[in-house]
């Protein structure tokens, strides 16, 4: 057995300085696409070759729905005028029951204990919500621990897009939390469905059944992303700015 | 003489008229259309004495009849064979076949739970997909008159719903557990049957994530049901995404270009080799072997980071597309990739080495989890757990697609049939994904990489072996490119059907590392 101790303390500290410096290093997420001042007839083509909405033009702007992305690359790829990618990976945004409850706050600081339900999850996102626990990502360090017990838990983390057989497990995971408890939804499908749902067997989303306080866009969310999210959910981070998601008149939601 | 003309002449003399043959022009597929009273005696036949295997049960519906179309493939040679039987609308009884292809069982009671059709002789039936405390009885979401979108679904539940009980003794009990357990679990439930430390047997429900993805790609463009494919299991994004493009190029005849299908090779050994370590971390993981769990896992983070940087995407979605692929991968940064992949692979050949001599941790692999090469040949398994328990099945050798056959690998195999086995068989297959992805950069030829697919009407299957084993995608498509019905068969699906083998006479404790060694995906096997 030593020699597992002797390997271990070879590999020295590994763990990215997020959040206190950012990233750097190569491949850690696929990036949004980036909207912006577009030609009329350019961005209705953009428009046209998302498969789940998440580009909407109007008038000279084009806006992008962070929450819809599934990262298919049709508009970086597909188009004659593409899309950049941005490369960051701090998403995370509000959701819409923040507006009567706040972070979780100070107390919280060094000790959350996070529940995970797999909701219909395609397993890409629970692949990367393991890869916190990976000493890359370590999110022990900032306090953050995973409970199989909601009993234990302040943040329920949901993954998948509620599906009618997970919709009760995942009710009485919640109701079976202490207060104050904040729920964390990560990924397009737990959002907005994404391409699965709504449907005869799926809810849009947990948000359609929990009050939802922190969303983390992506499909699947890179670790660092939903890492934010949690940070967001409890204080220690703000979400992305307005600016970096413009106010989307369409729809009239504050996060894009 | 090949395996399908001599298929062709036995089945012939053997059935005569009970079963017309004819092989299909393009795709070379020997269709033999029986007559129910045929129908198992047939199968048996195909799949006992003559040893083929089991690819899966694709129902359609027609206007006028029902179409079922059980394929199997030939596991020495290349060949494919659907037995086809067609009924009457109105004629809901089917006769059943897993009394002698045991492989067809779950294929059965998935098409008894969404299309409502009996299959005479199954000895057990309904509560499988639809679980009886949601869904009220009698309704059949993969009927044409169902739509899919239909929001809520008007339900009258049972929540007095219990499972059967099937042990019988004095303080026997049941654990159950799920579908929300253990951290950072896939959703499914679990009835351990027992009388105190040994679990007797246990009894997996599945489904707890169905998402309708076969009853949602109806009617949609074929290239937008692509992104469900490669999205209905994310792990292995790009196998799925791949087999089926193969279903769309063999409707179509599209002949993909030669540098489009090595790099299809190489992504998807580049996927196989980031599976298998991720694998290879949850059984580190489930004997509570924290460092070496820690030290692979670095390493499947590495790969991620690998494929993000050359593709894009870290689960390589959006490359593959029929034709080819939808973007041109520079022949350097593929080598770069390559060579840090060899760097991963010579750090998980270290963390092999130490394994071995970890006694703690091979006492709690060995004789765990136990399948038999009979049982596994019986049930259909396939993949890696397949192939530790000696039953030598590769698509990518026994019927070879894409670009595989310009390249040298094994596929290794092992015999005990046990965790340790199937351990084994994941190193030895990274090892080989390795090699593979170093013949391709080796002799990549610059060249076009995608040629556009023509539309066609028409239905095909494509296969890959996905890095969880055999995947089988079903594809009808109408001349607008619309998909009129899509079937898919994952490996999990199949492998979940032998889940029971294993789990049979065990300590609790060792429950979570038969899951581990199994690599059972949930996501995959719900759809």
């Given at each position: 057995m030593s020699q597992w101790v002797r390997r271990g303390l070879l590999s020295g500290v590994r763990s990215t300085a997020y959040p206190a410096a950012r990233e750097a290093a190569a491949g850690v997420s696929p990036g949004l696409p980036v909207g912006g001042v577009r030609a009329p007839a350019e961005g209705a083509a953009l428009a046209a070759c998302c498969p789940t909405g998440a580009l909407t033009q109007h008038a000279s702007e084009l806006l992008v729905d962070n929450r819809r992305c599934i990262h298919c690359f049709r508009c970086v790829r597909a188009v004659a005028a593409p899309l950049g990618l941005s490369d960051d990976y701090e998403w995370a945004v509000w959701g819409q029951a923040t507006q009567s409850r706040r972070a979780l706050g100070r107390p919280f600081h060094r000790s959350v204990h996070v529940i995970v339900v797999d909701a219909g999850d395609c397993g890409a996102c629970l692949q990367e919500v393991r890869q916190l626990n990976n000493p890359y990502y370590n999110m022990h360090r900032l306090g953050f621990f995973i409970t199989p017990t909601p009993r234990h838990a302040d943040v329920l983390l949901v993954v998948g897009s509620v599906t009618d057989h997970m919709r009760a497990a995942l009710e009485h995971t919640y109701a079976a939390m202490p207060g104050p408890k904040r729920v964390v939804a990560v990924g397009a499908c737990a959002l907005t469905g994404g391409l699965f749902a709504p449907s005869f067997v799926s809810e849009g989303g947990v948000a359609r059944v929990l009050p939802v306080d922190v969303e983390v866009p992506g499909h699947p969310p890179p670790p660092l992303a939903i890492l934010h999210g949690l940070l967001v959910a409890v204080g220690r981070a703000m979400p992305t700015t307005l600016g970096a998601s413009p106010l989307n008149p369409v729809t009239g939601t504050s996060h894009g | 003489m090949n395996l399908i003309e001599d298929l062709q002449r036995e089945i012939g003399a053997r059935w005569g008229a009970a079963a017309t043959c004819r092989i299909a022009p393009r795709t070379g597929v020997l269709e033999a259309v029986a007559a129910p009273d045929a129908l198992e005696a047939l199968c048996g036949w195909l799949f006992g004495e003559r040893q083929l295997g089991f690819a899966g049960l694709v129902v359609e519906e027609g206007d006028q009849q029902w179409e079922l179309r059980y394929a199997f493939y030939g596991s020495r040679e290349p060949g494919w064979v659907q037995v086809i039987l067609r009924r009457p609308l109105s004629q809901r009884n089917v006769p059943s076949i897993v009394r002698v292809v045991h492989a067809a069982d779950w294929h059965e009671r998935e098409a008894e739970d969404l299309y409502g059709l009996q299959f005479e002789g199954h000895p057990r039936l309904g509560d499988f997909v639809l679980h009886d405390d949601v869904w009220q009885e009698a309704v059949e979401p993969m009927r044409r008159s169902f739509p899919s979108d239909r929001l809520p679904v008007e339900r009258h539940p049972r929540p007095d719903w219990r499972p059967r009980r099937v042990l019988q003794a004095t303080g026997a009990f049941v654990m159950p557990i799920g579908p929300v357990f253990a951290g950072l679990s896939e959703s499914a439930h679990f009835l351990l049957e027992t009388v105190g430390e040994d679990v007797v047997r246990a009894i997996p429900r599945l489904f707890y994530k169905y998402r309708g993805v076969e009853k949602l790609a109806e009617g949609q463009p074929y290239i937008d049901v692509l992104l469900s494919a490669e999205r209905f299991a994310a792990t292995t994004a790009f196998s799925h995404a791949l087999a089926y493009c193969h279903a769309v190029e063999t409707i179509g005849s599209v002949p993909v270009p030669e540098r489009a299908l090595v790099l299809r090779v190489f992504l998807a050994e580049l996927e196989r080799l980031r599976h298998h370590v991720v694998a290879i971390e949850a059984i580190c993981d489930s004997t509570a072997l924290a460092v070496a769990a820690s030290q692979v896992g670095m390493l499947g983070e590495e790969l991620l980071r690998i494929a993000g940087w050359l593709t894009g995407h870290r689960y390589l979605?959006?490359?593959?597309?029929?034709?080819?692929?939808?973007v041109d991968l520079d022949d350097q940064r593929c080598q770069d990739a390559c060579r840090q992949c060899g760097e991963v692979l010579r750090k998980l050949n270290r963390l092999e080495a130490m394994l071995q001599q970890s006694s703690s941790f091979l006492d709690r692999l060995e004789e765990v989890g136990f399948i038999a090469s009979g049982d596994a040949l019986a049930c259909g398994l396939v993949g890696p757990i397949a192939r530790a328990s000696g039953v030598a099945r590769d698509l990518r050798v026994v019927q070879p697609y894409g670009g595989y056959d310009r390249f040298a690998f094994q596929a290794p195999l092992e015999h005990e049939g046990d965790g340790y086995a199937r351990l084994r068989v994941l190193f030895a297959e990274a090892r080989q994904s390795l090699s593979l992805m170093e013949q391709v950069v080796s002799r990549l030829a610059s060249g076009p990489i995608h040629a556009p697919p023509r539309l066609e009407a028409g239905a095909a299957l494509g296969w890959v072996e996905a890095p969880r084993g055999a995947a089988f995608h079903w594809l009808r498509i109408s001349e607008d490119g619309t998909v009129q019905r899509y079937r898919i068969v994952p490996p999990s699906f199949i492998n979940w059907l032998g889940f029971r083998l294993s789990v049979e006479h065990f300590a609790f404790q060792d429950f979570p590392i038969i899951l581990s060694t199994l690599d059972l995906s949930v996501a995959e096997n719900d759809r």
């Open positions: - | 979605f959006g490359l593959v597309t029929p034709g080819g692929l939808t």
